[in-house]
């Protein structure tokens, strides 16, 4: 039994969620998104609820009901509040801008590394070393942070690299003199 595919999404006030057979659409202040919908599963509107239910109780089946339900309620929280991601930039030297639609970074290499927003991804630096990413779609969001960081990861001795804000660096001990 799914507990989260049971749970009701609130629609709230400025979104409008428009549910077709294989899609289901939102729009709200920040934007618009959409997701394809598995035939397995149902979503209807009833007044200003959203409602998922499943067509039977294969596992598979179990396991859509609530991948649905959350994926849609990613979308109406990125219509509404949006997502973010933070990134700290640790290393003498190591440092980033923003021109454009270009992020700009400085990270040890001989060269400074161009990287591309995609469409729907706004980045944000602050004081050279913590950059934000912005935008409506979780899983784009997540996956253009961890672009960003596997340009360079954190080394463990030093901490230098990209890691997430809330991240925590296992640090290990240097060599020792005999």
Do not use: C, W
């Amino acid at each position: 039994m799914s507990r989260v595919g049971l749970k009701k999404i609130v629609i709230p006030n400025g979104v409008n969620v428009k549910v077709n057979p294989d899609a289901v659409h939102v729009k709200g202040p920040k934007g618009e998104s959409q997701r394809p919908l598995r035939p397995e599963v149902k979503v209807a509107v009833e007044g200003s609820e959203v409602v998922v239910s499943r067509s039977s109780d294969d596992r598979f089946v179990r396991s859509l009901h609530g991948l649905t339900r959350n994926e849609i309620q990613n979308m109406i929280q990125g219509v509404t509040q949006g997502f973010e991601k933070i990134l700290e930039i640790n290393g003498v030297g190591y440092r980033a801008t923003v021109q454009g639609r270009v992020l700009v970074l400085n990270l040890g290499y001989s060269h400074p590394i161009n990287f591309e927003l995609p469409k729907g991804i706004d980045a944000s630096v602050e004081k050279q070393t913590t950059v934000t990413i912005k935008g409506i779609d979780r899983y784009l969001v997540g996956q253009v942070a961890a672009n960003i960081r596997a340009l360079r990861e954190p080394e463990p001795y030093k901490g230098k690299g990209i890691k997430y804000r809330d991240e925590r660096i296992i640090r290990k001990e240097g060599k020792t003199g005999k």
